[in-house]
């Protein structure tokens, strides 16, 4: 049963935003550097090798991860062979504002995905909470001068972007939906082990793929090595635990709306990067961000 939104869960759920607005600038800064298929592989390759000092024993033979095997392929198909891959990919040709607008769906396709697939009753309370939350969003997107998003144009990338929310809100409904053992799920270092595992070998066969129908290179480097550092550490292993608890904790419709800080986050980023000041409408969008949130989560 879902708890109250905490504090505590609060700050647990806004972490994983923070550290995925820096993988998508990383991202896009290391574009030129290694294709997108094999930059998801070698950043999830790398967090295993991290993860499996601690959590080893589950890839034993008999282990629990064997005996729910299904059920943790689907999650790694969705969470890390789907997922960061497509937005890795839309990045190679979308704009980081065409990127961060389509990926502001997120609440709205956790609310639907759950209310289609899994039950999940949608109040008004949630409508009018995601409904406030987008429009913080295209607050930091036009800069609060709202004409600037006549001037957005979709291009195909763009598509991949939209296939990764649902990706996203699939997986963070599954998340909910504890099925595995209760050690399992209380080891979380085993838990996302197990996603881990088979998230390798359908991000292994994209890559495969890649290499195989592009002209795929890999200009290694410093810079490469700790973009790759930075994107496992972070965005990979401390955000998907911070956002698996979050999720058990308050569901997938509440957690949905701490994914649109993302933008909010980006955009605090780019202008520390730039060195320039926050202005007034980064204020405005927090408050309607957090607006959303704390009205959907109203009981």
Known sequence: MNQRLTPATALLLALPPLLWAGNAVVGRLVHDLVPPMTLNFLRWALA??????????VLRRGSAMWLDWKRFALLGLLGVGCYNAL?????????????????SSI??????VGGLFFGQRISRQQIAGALM???GVLVVLSRGQWALLVEVR???????????????AFYSWLLSQPKETPELRRDWAAFLMAQIFFGLGWSGLSAAGE?????????????LASALLYVAVGPAVIAYRCWGMGVQRVGPAIA????????????VLSAAFLGE???????LAFLLIVGGIVVSSRR
């Open 48 to 57: 295993f090798l991290i993860l499996l000092p601690l959590a080893y024993p």
């Open 87 to 103: 937005q890795y990919l839309a990045l190679q040709t979308s704009t980081p504002l065409n990127v961060t607008l389509v990926a």
């Open 107 to 112: 609440p709205v396709w956790m609310l639907v």
């Open 211 to 223: 290499w195989t129908l592009t002209n795929a290179h890999i200009s290694w480097g410093w810079p």
């Open 154 to 168: 979709l291009v195909p990338g763009d598509v991949y972007v939209l296939l990764a929310t649902l990706a996203w």
């Open 277 to 283: 000041l926050p202005h007034l409408y980064h204020a």
């Open 256 to 267: 949905g709306f701490f994914s649109n800080l993302t933008p909010l986050f980006a955009a």
């Open 133 to 135: 939350s987008v429009v």
